[in-house]
């Protein structure tokens, strides 16, 4: 459970600093588009960052619970958010990489449906 807090905070952090480097490095770099992305990306991090730090100190969950949802939850914010900031600050063609945004997505959809089921099967 430490490795996952750990990682947890280390993605918060990671998600303010990207944050503020679409806000001020690319805001002149960037199209409105490209932006908004970019931002869409931070979004869904730290959406997944706060539902982590709820996971992985919430006692109703099992360790390997925790262990499951945190790694879908990593996966889905390096493919989902990974590849949108490739996308828009590392000018790598979508088309490239088209198939990993979904992925991550998938991920992330994972983890709802198994926090989902923990709470369904618990009394």
Do not use: C, Q
């Not at 992305?37 to 969950?61: A, D, K, P, Q, W």
């Not at 945190?70 to 958010?81: E, P």
């Amino acid at each position: 459970m430490k490795y996952n807090l750990t990682i947890t905070a280390f993605l918060g952090m990671l998600a303010i600093v990207l944050g503020a480097f679409g806000a001020h490095a690319l805001k002149d770099t960037l199209d409105p588009d490209g932006l908004k992305s970019f931002e869409t990306g931070v979004r869904y991090m730290m959406y997944h960052v706060i539902v982590l730090l709820f996971v992985n100190t919430y006692s109703g969950f099992s360790l390997k619970t925790k262990n499951t949802i945190s790694y879908s939850f990593l996966l889905g914010i390096l493919f989902f958010s990974g590849s949108i900031f490739a996308i828009t600050a590392g000018h790598v063609s979508a088309k490239n990489i088209w198939f990993i945004t979904p992925l991550g997505g998938i991920f992330f959809i994972f983890g709802w449906l198994r926090i989902l089921y923990s709470f369904i099967k618990s009394n």
